[in-house]
């Protein structure tokens, strides 16, 4: 699956991060079952780094590279 985000803005932009989410979860609900958790996922951005995507207890979005791979 190729998803093509938008690319971040230089500051904080509410309706940037609206249009993020939106993408994200027209992307994952073609391949996530509804109400199905899981604790990470993993991006690949454009060079091909590998990115963790979390939440943290406090519900902030936690990205960190990574060298993980899909199993």
């Known amino acids: ?3 093509h985000l938008p ?3 230089a500051g904080y932009s509410m ?3 609206n249009q993020l989410m939106q993408q994200l979860q027209r992307a994952f609900g073609l391949v996530v079952s509804q109400d199905e958790e899981t604790p990470r996922i993993v991006l690949r951005s454009p060079n ?3 990115y963790d995507v979390a939440v ?3 519900g902030a979005l936690v990205v960190t590279p990574t060298v993980k791979t899909r199993v």
Request: proline share 7%.
């Open 56 to 58: 943290s207890d406090a």
């Open 48 to 50: 091909g780094t590998l």
């Open 15 to 17: 309706s940037w991060l």
């Open 1 to 3: 699956m190729r998803v």
């Open 7 to 9: 690319a971040a803005p």
